[in-house]
């Protein structure tokens, strides 16, 4: 084992299409016009000693270590900023450039501590190298001068030195090491995109700030890591490094954490992770990571995570810790009991969105023919159902149409119910970089997210919709685009059903759905309607990326049909730079829908009632499926509360948490006679569980995961499971305790099964996916190399669908009990339910959940910033602290959903998507007043959390 | 929840399917309906369904009720697997 070798080029690679041919230290290259000299060099096999270059950023030119001198050129010109030219005769290395490289190389040395032997970048140093290459041996200045090393100057006080910024709980920051060579203030701009950085003083003087001379904590600074990645020295090193030393190994794998899927090189020292490095070659991040995948892995060491299975007879008994083999006994023996008693359909489980899709596939095969039922379900029905629906009803699948590299085509962009900088923050750099480059932004947001104004970016339209009017909204664009004849015909003509077409246009041509009309209930401007709308149909390239401020609405599924039909209108589909980009939540959930964890949907979205499909798996299977929809989750509560349904095995979910109405998901589980669930930790579902299966981690397992863009990326195992088991293994034992005769050796071999049965995967193996780095499906023989772009010739359903969109008011209504309406969202540093971030030192941007209030509501109720407040809804009510902004619009409140203790689910209710049951998260009536503390269900809540973690012979419970 | 809570949310989620397909071209909304039902609804959630319906189908849209007769019936409810 080694590391993954990853070249750096210097600079990055140029995109044009024309060939340049020139001659460098005799050897003749040829590249694409625009490269650098520099890069020309690498790819020839030259490695120009460089300091401030890094393919990551562009080109500076301040080191002055990379020159060349070029046949009759005059001078020695930077390599990094000068660009290939035909012909041109290149010199790397002459006496005159190796002593200005030593002369500058001595400069450097002499202002830099000499502590190599202890210093965390020791092995990993691109000073010390360049050091060794230029052959410096001396330093005729001597090092008592001037300096920015030592603390004290002869016993003086040193006013140049800065001490070590030790904030961030991730890396440090030493000024002392630091050469100033912009690269971390350029990745910051250039990469992340938050112009955090920047370089204080001149001359001499100059160093790196965060902020305004702020420390790395309290300045603007995300926690992304593209400086530290960028830093050639010891100034900014990872803490891990400092603490572990240089990594040894690597491995490729994928983020556990959102659906952009980046890739990350796992760099190990034994079996102890060392720091997690974003891969340059990653094709949906590009060498670019966040705060969560880069640094928030700490939980999978977590003192709090459970390695033992647990059996109890009740919930309200402790814990037991039995052995495997008596846990899987239990469940078997009890699964079976329940539905001899209770019949077939009484039982059920949830696949996880967190897993791979091996395992996922493993569960919904265990329900669907270990089981004999179709009761299985994922998280995706509380976050994309809508889009499945919706996209399969306007262009015949629920893909997403684009891959991540497609907004670097894009013109015109709307971000509507996203929040791409805090939710899926890689894409957001990818697209803030694209805006800095001139596309036109239109945000549909209830509240003024980062995307509305941050340094460098502006939407041109700011769209502040009351939550729950999407549909209104995105119909009354369309008006504007048929009505003032903006509608791209010709594309409609060969692409889309006229006669549908013509019966839409006539629907939204009609004036009720006029940005006028609207107005009064949106309380959205109709001008910016027009203006936005006008936009979107005449800037050239138009894409729409949405979340679940689209989905979790009772019109959830109407809006993502609006969505499609505005991107058909205007001709925005089948190609770079337009579509219809779903922003999935977790890392895998386009993959359990792939998987078919849906109960209506075998693998492949192919529907249960299809007699083909079934016979199959049938076939490979050796059972009968049922060809009967299952319950979906919200059902399998209402079930398990009517008396008929009593067992369920959850394998890494926490609906207690994450799913509406949790009183109801409460009464639901206490309801059943057999809970399982499997989790890294006893999360709150856990509470009502009578079986705990211990999971394993995303880096103790083989696997893959499907990102938001359909990629399929393979999931490495990088350290043996510390609960013994991956979570494909605790399936397929559990599958064999109820007496199916399964046999999976490696993970592959599930992926093998897969690809036989699901046309979409007919390619996909390991060692294709060894080859190919990634593949998107569908990749079969009509696609061998995968699908970045849907829909190119032709609509996968035929002809492209225009379906009306009535807006109809959601039943949540405010009124004088209830006056304020709240939504809610994700913030940058917690991820989800937070059990995988909050126990990471990410609790320190984010150690609570606050109420987004406007001072006008505030005023009102006499509010201050800072307060506990009490929120109530018609469902149930919590206590937080209040945080007035006017990011929310007057009438509006938002919170975040991170800690279990806020029990913001109390306050939301059963409403749900009218064709998924999606739940309404996004909007609830409610109402705020001061308090003094927490609700009694909090504090009841809290009580019975502490009893039901208790485990017999251990004191004190995890968590 | 009760039995009568559950029954409740049936009907409510079965008009928010009828309100949906209210706004679509005529010929579509019975079989929109209908469809959707039998695609999406589970049979112990159909079989509510007839169940409250045969009761007189008290709240149900009047679409809803137009649909009923192309819901599938579903069958009873299946013995536990062989072997159990």
Known sequence: MSLVPEIDYGTPASRSEKMVTLTIDGREITVPEGTSIMRASMEAGIQVPKLCATDMVDAFGSCRLCLIEIEGRNGTPASCTTPVAPGIKVHTQTSRLKDIRKGVMELYISDHPLDCLTCAANGDCELQDMAGAVGLRDVRYGYEGDNHVRARNNGEINAKWMPKDESNPYFTYDPSKCIVCSRCVRACEEVQGTFALTIEGRGFGSRVSPGMHEDFVSSECVSCGACVQACPTATLTEKSVIEIGQPEHSAVTTCAYCGVGCSFKAEMRGEELVRMVPWKDGQANRGHSCVKGRFAYGYSAHKDRILNPMIREKVSDPWREVTWEEAYAHVASEFRRIQYQYGRESIGGITSSRCTNEETFLVQKLIRAGFGNNNVDTCARVCHSPTGYGLGQAFGTSAGTQDFDSVEHTDVVIVIGANPTDGHPVFGSRLKKRLRQGAKLIVIDPRRTDLVKSPHIEAAFHLPLKPGTNVAVMTALAHVIVTEGLANEAFIRQRCDWSEFEDWAAFVAEEQHSPEAIETFTGVPAHLVRGAARLFATRGNGAIYYGLGVTEHSQGSTTVMAIANLAMVTGNIGRPGVGVNPLRGQNNVQGSCDMGSFPHELPGYRHVADDATREIFEKMWGVTLSNEPGLRIPNMLDAAVDGSFKGIYIQGEDILQSDPDTKHVAAGLAAMECVVVQDLFLNETANYAHVFLPGSTFLEKDGTFTNAERRINRVRRVMTPKNGYADWEVTQKLAQAMGLAWNYSHPSEIMDEIAATTPSFALVSYDYLEKMGSVQWPCNEKSPKGSPIMHIDGFVRGKGKFIRTEYVATDERTGPRFPLLLTTGRILSQYNVGAQTRRTENVVWHAEDRLEVHPHDAELRGIRDGDWVRLASRSGDTTLRALITDRVAPGVVYTTFHHPTTQANVITTDFSDWATNCPEYKVTAVQISPSNGPSGWQVEYDEQARQSRRIAGKLEAAE | ?84
């Open chain 2, 1 to 84: 929840m009760s039995h009568d809570g559950t029954q409740q949310k049936l009907v409510r989620m079965a008009n928010q399917i009828a309100t949906f397909f209210h706004s679509q071209p005529e010929a579509e909304r019975v079989q929109g309906v209908a469809t959707h039902i039998n695609k999406f609804w589970e049979s112990r959630m159909r079989r509510q369904f007839f169940e409250m319906i045969e009761d007189g189908g008290e709240g149900f849209d009047p679409l809803v009720l137009e649909a009923a007769a192309h819901i599938r019936k579903p069958a009873p409810p299946t013995p536990p697997p062989a072997g159990a």
